[in-house]
């Protein structure tokens, strides 16, 4: 069944409480780092969330193995995705760990898009792994990047609703990172229930397609 995400932002108050922290998958993280190096040095397209892509080598082949073939042209900048689920805890872990990291050094040079996630549905709809809630928070970044495409300005506003992912989307929450990082409360959720939902649910089945293809010509 497709979420309904059409309504505005969620008033819920977030519960005040202690939460444990979540166990490290230390495996999981330096296989990840690995890829990452590797995609810096060799200049390769390079998608990730819990797991990160790298090229089909029947793509690589179609490439002469000359010496400085994959060098960029000057000025060209090297692809850098992020394909993620707002509310899941593997999507923090990523961001606060590789992708900020990786653009806090490199973020003149890369070309970064950040995806998300799904299903979509026969009804023009999608379904988010972790429910409709999921999907308004998807929207609600979307709408942070359709508004302020600067990615220092809606990566840093990703972040901080991925550090409380469990309270995604509340109000308060998202009213808080939207001060933090100077972005206008009023017209992201203008944006995200904006036609009864229309503009945020077409912003993210193109997401979710740019995700589906991209792993339709990757392999991990």
């Not at 979420?3 to 296989?31: F, Q």
């Not at 707002?86 to 961001?95: E, G, N, Q, V």
């Not at 409360?185 to 995700?211: P, Q």
């Amino acid at each position: 069944m497709a979420a309904n995400i059409s309504l505005p932002v969620t008033d819920e108050k977030r519960p005040v409480r202690n939460r444990p922290r979540r166990r490290h998958r230390p495996l999981l993280i330096v296989a990840i780092i690995a890829t990452v190096l590797y995609a810096f040095y060799s200049i390769q397209p390079i998608s990730s969330y819990a797991r990160l892509f790298v090229q089909k080598h029947s793509q690589l082949d179609s490439y002469s193995t000359k010496p400085n073939e994959f060098a960029l042209e000057a000025g060209e900048l090297v692809p850098l995705e992020a394909h993620i689920m707002s509310k899941c805890p593997d999507a923090r872990d990523c961001l606060r760990d590789l992708v900020l990291p990786a653009m806090m050094r490199v973020n003149e040079k890369v070309n970064f898009t950040l995806s998300y996630i799904g299903t979509p549905t026969e009804n023009d709809g999608v379904d988010c792994k972790h429910g409709p809630g999921e999907c308004m928070g998807n929207i609600i970044e979307l709408c942070a990047r359709h508004l302020y495409p600067d990615p220092k300005i809606y990566l840093g506003f990703t972040m901080c609703l991925t550090k409380d992912y469990k309270s995604i989307p509340q109000r308060e929450l998202v009213e808080d990172c939207a001060l933090e990082h100077a972005i206008d409360f009023e017209k992201l959720n203008e944006c995200a229930a904006k036609d009864d939902g229309a503009l945020g649910m077409a912003m993210l089945r193109e997401s979710v397609k740019r995700t589906a293809d991209v792993c339709s010509t990757l392999i991990y």
